[in-house]
């Protein structure tokens, strides 16, 4: 029971172009979404967070997307850099709850 | 820049053995989390801990496993009699609150433990 979906295991983009990573999510009581990026050998790192009542929060090269009707989140990043090859995994929680996490998507910047 | 750490790095261990997995918090978080990855697999939520207690767990945190907080600044984990199927990274993470004022988890970097 996948509360948080990322399908897309893989994606590919060249530097400087955008990356964009998509997530859905099953659970309308979560009201609080985060990104977090993997390196190899390390623990995943926050990235950046939406709360429910807002539809956009933008960090530097980094924005996220959320549209509550369809329960999707995208995560944009813009434009992309070699360092941002890595896992992100998408993640959500509810009042008072522990954080989900979905599979990740390993995303690769190709020269 | 505070962060979580977590010890050892590796550890093998005998299938049936005990193990212990350490974790040092940030030192002014209040909530404690187990997360487990295993390999090609989601990061999965084990355990989360409160005020000396366990607040949730998940279906995989059975009696087999074990947190405690034996002191200020360790949080372990224990799991009781290894399986194989125990192979995983795990991650212990902190946070300063949860809920309403959700903040992000930080993660330590991970204990690789492989059950043989």
């Known amino acids: 029971d996948q509360q948080v979906k990322q399908n897309s295991p893989s994606l590919s983009v060249q530097e400087g172009r955008i990356s964009i990573l998509n997530c859905d999510y099953t659970?309308?009581?979560?009201?609080?979404f985060l990104w977090y990026k993997k390196y190899p050998a390390e623990g995943p790192t926050f990235l950046i967070s939406?709360?429910?009542?807002?539809d956009k929060n933008e960090d530097g090269r980094f924005t996220v997307f959320l549209n509550k009707s369809a329960k999707h989140l995208s995560l944009h990043i813009v434009p992309s850099q070699p360092g941002d090859s890595a896992v992100y995994f998408c993640a959500a929680s509810a009042w008072n709850d522990k954080i989900i996490f979905g599979k990740g998507t390993r995303l690769h910047i190709l020269p | 820049e505070p962060e979580v750490t977590q010890t050892p790095s590796h550890q093998v261990t005998q299938m049936g053995q005990e193990v212990i997995l350490r974790c040092v918090p940030i030192s002014n978080h209040l909530y404690f989390y187990w997360y487990r990855q295993i390999l090609g697999q989601k990061v999965e939520f084990l355990v989360s801990?409160?005020?000396?207690?366990?607040?949730?767990k998940s279906e995989i945190f059975d009696d087999q496993f074990s947190v405690e907080r034996p002191d200020g600044s360790n949080f372990t984990l224990k799991i009781r009699s290894t399986k194989l199927e125990d192979s995983a990274m795990y991650f212990c993470?902190?946070?300063?609150?949860?809920?309403?004022?959700?903040?992000?988890?930080?993660f330590g970097q991970g204990t690789r433990l492989t059950v043989v």
């Open positions: 939406i709360s429910s009542i807002k």
């Open positions: 659970n309308s009581m979560f009201d609080y």
């Open positions: 801990f409160y005020n000396n207690e366990i607040s949730e």
């Open positions: 993470a902190s946070s300063e609150a949860a809920g309403r004022m959700n903040t992000e988890a930080f």
